[in-house]
């Protein structure tokens, strides 16, 4: 049996931009989204995001709050073939430039005209919307 998966995105906005990346695997290669992965045993989600967004951008932020949790189920003819519980969790920009790393393609900071621009995974905009509130 499988069971669903907890993974973490960190969600950071410096002078008014957002911080991408553009998936280099599965789900969603190629799409732009939030640099996170999965939450490792003892770690929890707030950690996680702070981790894997150095580990796919260089760029140190310090979590401060959950904004939502989404559930991806990832369905072939009805039977569900994987099952992710992201934590979306804001984080604040301390340093770095954005640098693609490990499971990033390419990083960059954008803003609102440039994000409605890209091909983007499922809720980057309503998630960018809880950050900007």
């Given at each position: 049996?499988?069971?669903?998966?907890?993974?973490?995105?960190?969600?950071?906005?410096?002078?008014?931009?957002?911080?991408?990346?553009?998936?280099?695997?599965?789900?969603?290669?190629?799409?732009?989204?939030?640099?996170?992965?999965?939450v490792e045993l003892g770690?929890?989600?707030?950690?996680?995001?702070?981790?894997?967004?150095?580990?796919?951008?260089?760029?140190?932020?310090?979590?401060?709050?959950?904004?939502?949790?989404?559930?991806?189920?990832?369905?072939?003819?009805?039977?569900?073939?994987?099952?992710?519980?992201?934590?979306?969790?804001?984080?604040?920009?301390?340093?770095?430039?954005?640098?693609?790393?490990?499971?990033?393609?390419?990083?960059?900071?954008?803003?609102?005209?440039?994000?409605?621009?890209?091909?983007?995974?499922?809720?980057?905009?309503?998630?960018?919307?809880?950050?900007?509130?």
């Amino acid at each position: 049996m499988t069971y669903p998966k907890l993974a973490a995105l960190a969600v950071v906005v410096h002078d008014g931009n957002v911080l991408l990346v553009r998936r280099k695997k599965e789900p969603d290669a190629g799409l732009w989204g939030f640099p996170g992965g999965h939450v490792e045993l003892g770690e929890t989600a707030l950690a996680a995001a702070a981790r894997e967004l150095i580990e796919e951008t260089s760029v140190v932020a310090t979590p401060l709050r959950y904004l939502t949790n989404l559930d991806i189920i990832i369905r072939e003819g009805g039977t569900p073939l994987h099952h992710f519980l992201l934590a979306a969790v804001l984080c604040r920009y301390e340093s770095g430039e954005p640098q693609a790393g490990d499971d990033a393609l390419e990083a960059g900071w954008f803003d609102a005209g440039q994000i409605a621009m890209l091909p983007k995974s499922a809720n980057v905009d309503t998630v960018i919307g809880l950050a900007m509130s």
